[in-house]
């Protein structure tokens, strides 16, 4: 099987979100080097991180004036739900079916990045939003209405 690196294409150049990812691409590497025995708590781990990490970037989305069941959230429950039914499949005996999950999370994440985090960081730092601290230094820059597109249309195309 092959590994997945961090790439520094991926960078956003926001260090919060680059950690998130450099995490996440870690422990996707970790799934895919994983042994049979190792692999279901590697996948576990995985999907801790996603959970948390997707919830982050869910309150900053909040935060900063996106819609609760915007696309972009959308994609994180879809995709962390399919994982969780990944581990089922695993728990079950399917090892196969995380294994080729691992695989399909290499191409999903890049993508996912450039879709749609990249935007959210380009909000972000026109609002001004400090993810250390939740200050906004340019309210004056926050929507009118809540967003619900991730700024890649149609967004149906990206869940």
Not at 3 to 16: G, R
């Amino acid at each position: 099987m092959s590994s997945f690196t961090w790439s520094e294409e991926m960078a956003l150049d926001l260090p919060a979100i680059d950690h998130l990812h450099t995490e996440c691409t870690d422990l996707i590497n970790a799934v895919i080097a994983a042994s049979d025995a190792d692999l279901l708590p590697a996948w576990d781990k995985l999907i801790a991180h996603t959970a948390e990490h997707f919830a982050q970037e869910d309150r900053w989305m909040q935060d900063t004036g996106f819609a609760p069941n915007n696309c972009h959230s959308s994609q994180h429950a879809i995709v962390l739900k399919i994982m969780r039914e990944g581990a089922e499949k695993g728990a079950n005996g399917d090892l196969s079916i995380v294994r080729q999950m691992a695989q399909e999370l290499t191409l999903w994440l890049p993508h996912h990045i450039d879709a749609m985090d990249a935007g959210l960081v380009m909000h972000l730092r026109n609002v001004g939003y400090n993810t250390e601290t939740g200050e906004i230094t340019a309210p004056e820059a926050l929507p009118e209405t809540t967003l619900t597109s991730c700024s890649v249309e149609p967004c149906d195309d990206h869940a």
